[in-house]
């Protein structure tokens, strides 16, 4: 695995083909109010990371918006309705043409209430992380090689993930209702974003 490192944006001259897994960091979880955006990590399922900082609060990132902007690829996400509502709130993209991966283990492995990604990885291919550096400060201007080895881990292995995930979304077939819940996650996320985070609008 080799990890790229980039402040504000990813460079011009980067070549990356095919679905793209992402995942961000944060200073915590309440973006709309408080904690800000501070890493996106990308993989294209070559077993690298690209990891983009923005600790200078610069935000344009044209060349990270082009990608994830780009409806023609797949954007493997796990726990795809917070990554993609943050990424709105400070990038300003639309992200569509999204797979999941907690959604998808919670409709297809029901035996379990383990659907972290840390499970996922352990039960599905066989591999054990660390989730040492999950309340790491992300908003340092000097990230330690753990923490950059922890946040590309959280995207090295979505396409893997995603490929035994759709054969047990079509086993139990459970994939149409798997898009339909992914085609909904960017109104989802425009909810969580004007307030409705904690709110089921569904409930009686």
């Known amino acids: 695995m080799e990890i790229y490192f980039?402040?504000?944006?990813?460079?011009?001259?980067?070549?990356?083909?095919?679905?793209?897994?992402?995942?961000?960091e944060s200073m915590g979880l309440n973006f709309q109010q408080r904690d800000r955006l501070c890493l996106v990590q990308i993989s294209n399922g070559d077993g690298n990371a690209h990891i983009v900082n923005f600790s200078?609060?610069?935000?344009e990132a044209p060349n990270l918006r082009k990608i994830l902007a780009d409806e023609t690829r797949c954007k493997i996400f796990h726990f795809a309705r917070f990554d993609i509502a943050i990424i709105k709130k400070y990038l300003d993209i639309n992200i569509t043409n999204i797979f999941c991966t907690k959604i998808s283990s919670r409709l297809?492995?029901?035996?379990?209430?383990?659907?972290?990604?840390?499970?996922?990885?352990?039960?599905?291919?066989?591999?054990?992380?660390?989730?040492?550096?999950?309340?790491?400060?992300?908003?340092?201007?000097?990230?330690?090689?753990?923490?950059?080895?922890y946040a590309a881990h959280d995207v090295i292995y979505l396409h893997r993930l995603k490929e035994?995930?759709?054969?047990?979304?079509?086993?139990?077939?459970?994939?149409?209702l798997a898009q339909k819940c992914f085609n909904f996650l960017p109104?989802?996320?425009?909810?969580?974003?004007?307030?409705?985070?904690?709110?089921?609008?569904?409930?009686?």
Not at 13 to 19: A, M, R, S, T
Not at 108 to 120: A, I
């Open 164 to 176: 035994k995930l759709l054969k047990l979304l079509h086993r139990e077939g459970r994939f149409d």
């Open 108 to 149: 297809v492995r029901t035996y379990t209430d383990s659907h972290g990604l840390k499970d996922l990885c352990k039960d599905l291919i066989s591999v054990t992380l660390s989730k040492q550096q999950q309340t790491s400060d992300w908003g340092s201007n000097e990230l330690s090689k753990d923490q950059l080895k």
């Open 56 to 59: 200078e609060g610069n935000y």
């Open 6 to 24: 980039y402040k504000n944006d990813l460079p011009d001259d980067l070549i990356l083909k095919g679905d793209i897994a992402v995942d961000t």
């Open 187 to 204: 109104t989802r996320a425009e909810l969580d974003i004007m307030g409705w985070h904690e709110i089921d609008i569904f409930q009686h």
